[in-house]
């Protein structure tokens, strides 16, 4: 079984420059996660609770990281070891409009957990 939970935004704090720390910005984190021993019942304990998912997503953007590969293998660590049931799957953070000498929709980086 997969569960997809795409474009979950957040307002926070990452970045190199110091007006990405002092100001912050929007981000955005998609999240595939691949769920073992799903038994095709209607209930919960079955599967992966992905407002609980969310609530770590959530808790992991909130500590300020210079980078964002940083934050995305944080979530990625931290879903893996929360959630007994993921077995597989991939984390994406998104930072959109980055602070750079062009115009840019986003900059992401993708890791596989």
């Known amino acids: 079984m997969e569960i997809r939970v795409n474009g979950l935004r957040f307002y926070a704090y990452h970045g190199v420059m110091a007006r990405e ?4 910005q929007q981000f955005e ?8 021993d799903y038994d095709g019942s209607d209930r919960l304990d079955s599967t992966v609770n992905y407002a609980e998912v969310i609530d770590a997503v959530k808790a ?3 500590i300020p990281s210079d980078l964002i590969e940083h934050v995305c293998c944080r979530i990625g660590r931290r879903i893996r070891t929360d959630f007994s049931r993921v ?3 991939s984390v994406t953070v ?3 409009r980055p602070p750079v000498e062009a115009e840019v929709a986003s900059v992401e980086c993708y890791m596989e957990i």
């Open 21 to 24: 720390r002092k100001v912050g």
């Open 29 to 36: 984190v998609d999240l595939r996660l691949e769920v073992e």
């Open 60 to 62: 992991e953007m909130e």
């Open 87 to 89: 077995c597989g799957g």
């Open 94 to 96: 998104r930072k959109l």
